[in-house]
């Protein structure tokens, strides 16, 4: 089965500092999707990746996907407390009709 | 444009007890999946039904069971419940494999 990680798994930053989230996958990916989630809430779609090499940009938010479709990264620019929350990354698993998870990475911006 | 809608948001259920939830999906999308957030972890899958048919199921008990209505919408049913039940449900919906919306959730506590 498809198996996500994600590091750091909580990160404090000074406002205006530059952050960078990871995920890994244990299989190659057909399209990898980055979400936002504040405390007990809902989860806010930011980008998807589906092509080796893919990169999408957002406001201060970046995603990349790597070559080999098995990597990605979220780099935040310049962090606000608004980018404060839970950053979580999800993967189809066509073969099992399944999505998967990350266990989140917990961001903290400190004003 | 409604988004993904969740009924109840908030409910205390006694163990032993059962439980619907239900999930009114994007108007159009006929995908609907469910997930279980404990607190501090990602999204575990439940369920996916397309055109109300089952097509994926996660690692749950025989306890929990869903199905989908000729509208789309979707009741998530969790029956004999136990302590660690406890969760934030999340229902989200989707477009023929295109970008996967998720509700605001609904926050089960079993007491």
């Known amino acids: 089965s498809q198996e996500l990680e994600q590091s750091p798994q909580s990160l404090i930053v000074q406002e205006g500092k530059n952050l960078t989230i990871n995920c890994t996958s244990s299989k190659t990916l057909y399209g990898l999707y980055w979400y936002k989630q504040k405390y007990g809430e809902g989860l806010i779609f930011l980008m998807m990746?589906?092509?080796?090499?893919e990169e999408k940009s957002h406001e201060k938010i970046t995603a990349k996907l790597d070559e080999k479709k098995q990597q990605s990264s979220l780099h935040i620019t310049a962090s606000q407390p608004s980018h404060a929350g839970i950053y979580l990354c999800g993967a189809d698993d066509y073969n099992f009709n399944k999505f998967y998870f990350g266990s989140g990475t917990k961001l903290n911006v400190k004003p | 444009d409604a988004g993904v809608t969740q009924s109840p948001t908030h409910l205390i259920k006694t163990r032993g007890q059962h439980v619907t939830l239900r999930c009114s999906p994007i108007?159009?999308?006929?995908?609907v999946s469910w997930y279980q957030q404990v607190l501090g972890q990602g999204p575990q899958f439940i369920f996916q039904y397309y055109e109300k048919e089952e097509r994926g199921r996660g690692n749950f008990p025989d306890r929990f069971s869903a199905r989908q209505f000729p509208n789309y919408s979707s009741e998530l049913n969790v029956n004999a419940l136990l302590l660690g039940d406890s969760a934030l449900y999340l229902c989200?919906?989707?477009?023929?494999?295109?970008?996967?919306?998720f509700g605001e959730g609904s926050w089960l506590t079993v007491v």
């Open positions: 990746l589906q092509k080796g090499g």
């Open positions: 108007s159009g999308h006929k995908s």
């Open positions: 989200a919906s989707s477009s023929d494999g295109n970008t996967i919306y």
